[in-house]
């Protein structure tokens, strides 16, 4: 059975879909009958921000762009949200919306350390001010899910992602590891990807699961293979690494 989230104080939120949220120190959640799987505010709030170290992966495998903003709603609260690459960040395709608030106290119950900004604008110009690194934790996670449809959401995509989650940060340990989880490899030039700037398309080398065993047969490992790649139009060894 799955219980609805509390929807107050989130007026953007209201009815469009699932809010799990803290409230009086006890976290919203939804399970579902016959599983496991209990979904906490905080279980996607950390699914979210480590999925943001593997956004290629995402975007290729699921076509998910997933965005971070330093200062949510002015106040200092930080945001990621996660929705269709294929359509606008509006539109009614994206799946989560995660917000964090700073860690006022001394706990170790915290999901991340970033710098706290907040938006210092009172009109034009627009201005920020940086309280420097900070503890952030869970206030809001928000699925664009009725709770009907949550179940659905949860097998198709949740379970997925979590799982593809664990592959891709064990590959990231070493070539063996990487070659174990199945995975490809997409190898970009740092220097040619930054010169290319935000809007520019780079298209990858791409080495197959078969070519990365047989790299590590030889005794390769992500750092030395890495030293090894030099790219064919600026000759730099400058290798990005990515999961595919």
Known sequence: MLKDGIIDGEKFFKGHGLVLQH????????????SSNKITANSLASLGYWMMDYGYFFRQRYSLNIRHSSDFDGSGQQSIEINRADRDKYSSEWQLRLVYSEQTDNSDDFIYEAELISDTRTGYPYGSKNHGLRRFKVHCAFLNQSPTAATQWVAELYLPWKKDLERLQRASESLAHWVDAGLGMDVSCRPCARAAGLGGRIK????????????????LDLTNLRSKLKCKKCGQRDAILLHA
Do not use: Y
């Open 23 to 34: 409230k009086n120190g006890e976290e919203v959640n939804f399970s579902i009958d016959g």
């Open 204 to 219: 990858p080398t791409k080495f197959s699961n078969h070519i990365l065993k047989g790299f590590a047969n030889k005794g």
